[in-house]
Structure formats: structure tokens, C-alpha cells
């Protein structure tokens, strides 16, 4: 649930400064909407200062989702965002972030992708 949440809150601040909102703005609102999860107000800092020090690394939360992918696998129950995520995660390791932490999954999803 962490990593997704992460996923969700960055596309929505990456929406957002898209459609022209402030980064500044949206990364002070968002964190305080009833709907986002209280982690995020902390990652919010973080995205603002573009500081990725580690506190749980990237690639800690993708080998998570694989964990959990695999198990959802061995007990028949699909777990098809879990693996969107851990698909996203696999592609920010591969990177080269994995050593940073899981909130820079924002940094990768604001580069530009083919």
C-alpha cells in the first residue's frame, strides 16, 4: 500500500503542475486532503528540497512488491496494481535510483519516458 500510495501522490503532483498548478502549491495542499495518505506529508518535503536520502530504498520497496506479487501468485488472488507498481519500481531500480529512497519514484515518473 506504501508504494502505491507514493505512486498515486506523485502522478497526481505531476498531473497537477501539468495542467499549470504550482509544484509548491500542490505538494503543500495535497499532503493535508483527508484522502492522502500522512506519509506523504513528510515525502512531500522531500520532493521539494530534491532530497532522496534514504530511509527505505527504492529498491527495498520493489523487492517488496515482488514478495508480494509472488505470494498473491502462490494463493491465486491477483494483485494487478501491485504489479503495475512493482513494474514501476523495477524500471526507477534499473535507473539507477535504487539506492535512494522510495519516494524517488517521483523523480522518475517526472522524466520524460518513451
Do not use: C
Not at 502505491?4 to 502549491?25: R, Y
Not at 520532493?47 to 505470494?71: C, G, R, S
Not at 502462490?74 to 507498481?85: D, I, S, T, W
Amino acid at each position: 500500500m506504501l508504494a502505491q500510495s507514493m505512486l498515486i501522490f506523485s502522478e497526481a503532483v505531476l498531473l497537477g503542475d501539468k495542467m499549470g498548478i504550482s509544484k509548491t502549491f500542490l505538494l503543500d495542499l495535497l499532503p493535508n486532503l483527508v484522502v492522502s495518505a500522512p506519509f506523504t506529508k513528510f515525502k512531500a518535503e522531500t520532493i521539494k528540497n530534491d532530497n532522496y536520502d534514504v530511509q527505505f530504498p527504492l529498491e527495498w520497496m520493489h523487492k517488496d512488491l515482488h514478495l508480494a506479487t509472488l505470494t498473491a501468485y502462490e494463493h491465486n488472488q491477483p494483485l494487478f496494481l501491485a504489479n503495475l507498481a512493482k513494474e514501476l519500481y523495477t524500471e526507477a531500480t534499473k535507473s539507477g535510483m535504487g539506492r535512494l529512497d522510495f519516494s524517488a519514484i517521483f523523480k522518475y515518473l517526472e522524466k520524460p519516458h518513451s
